[in-house]
T-cell receptor
């Protein structure tokens, strides 16, 4: 089955620890995205990558880092510099071409920092 | 910068009632418009989209939306809601040529049986 997988579904970490969230897709999409979802705030873009070995900051990149070494993988690291990391994190991907601007979303990872 | 406004944060309806969720955006150029839905415990999924052509677009599960360029609006409608429509609905806008979606804050719909 083609799709986007995110792991783990739930993640608990102590304050001050870095944590990496996994996102894998087998849709052969070029572009991948990370969003943060908070109640009442919708989805906000953290980072995006339109091609392997290239990525750009989104609207709320501070305290986060990413890598894009493989087309199918776009891990997100939440660092200790992120002031309020507890949130629901969504990964998405989209196919190439301007006519295919739809983004496909993974199931999300709920991160709780204790 | 682009922004998207969803006027209703929470909506409660009885089954068979009609639904209209408002969405307005700020960008003045050519845009692509989307409605996504997040059912409880499920992935965010596309409900419908507008790229060009007929401004009245139909999506899955009986939903439709109308793009009114002069009002910068893309309101979502359904003539008769069902209990299974209980979900959170997000409007999103992308200016053409750039694959960055801007989302509204979402509307939580609760349909009582």
């Amino acid at each position: 089955d083609g799709g986007i997988t995110q792991s783990p579904k739930y993640l608990f970490r102590k304050e001050g620890q870095n944590v990496t969230l996994s996102c894998e897709q087998n849709l052969n999409h070029d572009a991948m995205y990370w969003y943060r979802q908070d109640p009442g705030q919708g989805l906000r873009l953290i980072y995006y990558s339109q091609i392997v070995n290239d990525f750009q900051k989104g609207d709320i990149a501070e305290g986060y880092s990413v890598s894009r070494e493989k087309k199918e993988s776009f891990p997100l690291t939440v660092t200790s510099a992120q002031k309020n990391p507890t949130a629901f994190y969504l990964c998405a991907s989209s196919p190439p071409g301007l006519e295919y601007n739809e983004q496909f979303f993974g199931p999300g990872t709920r991160l709780t920092v204790l | 910068a682009q922004s998207v406004s969803q006027h209703n944060h929470h909506v409660i309806l009885s089954e068979a009632a009609s639904l209209e969720l408002g969405c307005n955006y700020s960008y003045g150029g050519t845009v692509n418009l989307f409605w996504y839905v997040q059912y409880p415990g499920q992935h965010l999924q596309l409900l419908l989209k507008y790229f060009s052509g007929d401004p009245l677009v139909k999506g899955i599960k009986g939903f439709e939306a109308e793009f009114i360029k002069s009002k910068f609006s893309f309101n979502l409608r359904k003539p008769s809601v069902q209990w299974s429509d209980t979900a959170e609905y997000f409007c999103a806008v992308m200016n053409t040529g750039f694959q960055k979606l801007v989302f509204g804050t979402g509307t939580r719909l609760l349909v009582s049986p």
